[in-house]
């Protein structure tokens, strides 16, 4: 953790209630900045939770973090999310940091996909992050001074083909390029966007097919660094986008070294 790095920042991140998500609104509550811990309405609970778990942690350092409901499906609820955040007493009218981590994915074989799994995937990760990052952006924009930085969950599979997954991997290579649109057209308003993009990370969701000896085991072969990541390890790196000044447009992997060979 960079003590003070954000101090003063203000910061979202959607589906935060757990996983990296949480990781991430730890990490950057660490370092000072005043973090909207955001989940889906029926599981608003989990955000309550971390978000009481953060501002315990964080409060030395100056952080703090509250929940607020999302679904990033439903634009009304993004335009009630970010009018919300930006009337925060406690926050301060601003919104500086967007993490979009918001993501599901359905595991299944090219021939086997369905319409209904295939609209699920790409609602939820491509279409719904570009809308919270639109609506999040107008408002970096806007304010005064205009700025911010925004991070995009993307994944080694928006660089990579991997099996099973061809709505999951087509929805991250969007938010790969996507990105890049952005990261050109907000540059003269002070926004950066950036990807970032985690090679497994074990949480509790993951483990059993990461644990998993012949699947985990194969997945572990594949990668040179021969373990998986962390949720701490792509916290570290979302915080990394989030405070470079010079870099916009990049896609960073987080994969111990997966695309490397
Ligand atoms: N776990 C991995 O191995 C891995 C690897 C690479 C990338 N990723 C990406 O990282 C991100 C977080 O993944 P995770 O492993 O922590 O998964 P997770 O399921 O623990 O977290 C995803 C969060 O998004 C929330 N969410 C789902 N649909 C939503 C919606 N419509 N609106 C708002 N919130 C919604 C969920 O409630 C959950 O809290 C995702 O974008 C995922 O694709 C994960």
């Given amino acids: 953790m960079a003590d003070g790095a954000l101090a003063g920042k203000v910061a979202v991140v959607t589906g935060a209630g757990g996983g990296i998500g949480k990781a991430i609104a730890t990490e950057f509550a660490g370092a000072g900045a005043r973090v909207a811990v955001t989940e889906l309405p029926e599981k608003l609970a989990l955000a309550e939770e971390a978000a009481t778990e953060i501002r315990l942690e964080a409060g030395a350092a100056g952080g703090d973090a509250r929940p607020f409901p999302l679904d990033v499906r439903d634009l009304a609820s993004i335009d009630a999310l970010v009018e919300a955040v930006a009337t925060e007493p406690s926050f301060g009218g601003r919104i500086d940091l967007l993490v979009n981590n918001a993501g599901i994915n359905v595991r299944q074989a090219a021939f086997d996909v369905t319409e209904e799994a295939w609209d699920a995937v790409l609602a939820t990760n491509l279409k719904g992050l570009f809308f919270v990052a639109q609506r999040v952006g107008r408002r970096m924009r806007d304010q005064t001074p205009a700025g911010g930085a925004i991070v995009n969950v993307s994944s080694i599979m928006g660089l990579a083909g991997y099996k099973d997954r061809a709505a999951y991997c087509a929805s991250k290579a969007g938010v790969v390029n996507l990105s890049r649109v952005l990261a050109f057209e907000w540059a003269p308003f002070d926004i950066r966007v950036n990807a970032l993009c985690p090679t497994f990370v074990l949480t509790p969701m993951t483990a059993p ?53």
């Fill in 209 to 261: 097919l990461l644990n998993d000896p012949v699947a985990g085991g194969d997945l572990l072969a594949r990668t040179p660094l021969g373990r998986f990541a962390e949720p701490a390890d792509v916290a570290q790196a979302a915080l990394y986008l989030a405070t470079a000044p010079m870099v916009t447009g990049h896609a960073l992997a987080v994969d111990g070294g997966w695309l490397a060979v």
